[in-house]
Nanobody, 125 residues
Framework: QLQASGGGLVQAGGSLILSCTTS????????VGWFRQAPGEEREFVAA????????LYSDSVKGRFIISRDDAKNTVYLQMNGLKPEDAAVYFC????????????????????WGQGTQVTVSS
């Protein structure tokens, strides 16, 4: 089971840290990504982090504000979200990639083979 947590209500300009954990799988040898979906919108890529190297990719909309990281000893991937804007409000999902590295394919849902439950992030203006 893959579980995202840490969502909540925050004022614009504030910060949140999301966590993605698994009790039945492992993040070893796979990249992990975060996506988000706002009401009436399609799911969109947010960030992804590679296994071992920790190389990261970000969408243009969050680059410079969000930081993705991983602690494989804890089977946990984090998404540090700073400078939150109302347009960041969405349900955030984490997903396990089909390979260890990140590249252009990591921006797409097809790169990921396993998805968890989402966590709601609300940003008040």
């Amino acid at each position: 089971q893959l579980q995202a947590s840490g969502g909540g209500l925050v004022q614009a300009g504030g910060s949140l840290i999301l966590s993605c954990t698994t009790s039945t799988r492992t993040f070893s040898r796979v990249a992990v990504g975060w996506f988000r979906q706002a009401p009436g919108e399609e799911r969109e890529f947010v960030a992804a982090v590679a296994w071992r190297s920790g190389s990261a990719l970000y969408s243009d909309s969050v680059k410079g504000r969000f930081i993705i990281s991983r602690d494989d000893a804890k089977n946990t991937v984090y998404l540090q979200m700073n400078g939150l804007k109302p347009e960041d409000a969405a349900v955030y999902f984490c997903a396990v990639g089909n390979r260890p590295n990140v590249d252009g394919r990591s921006y797409y849902s097809s790169f990921y083979g396993y998805w968890g439950q989402g966590t709601q992030v609300t940003v008040s203006s």
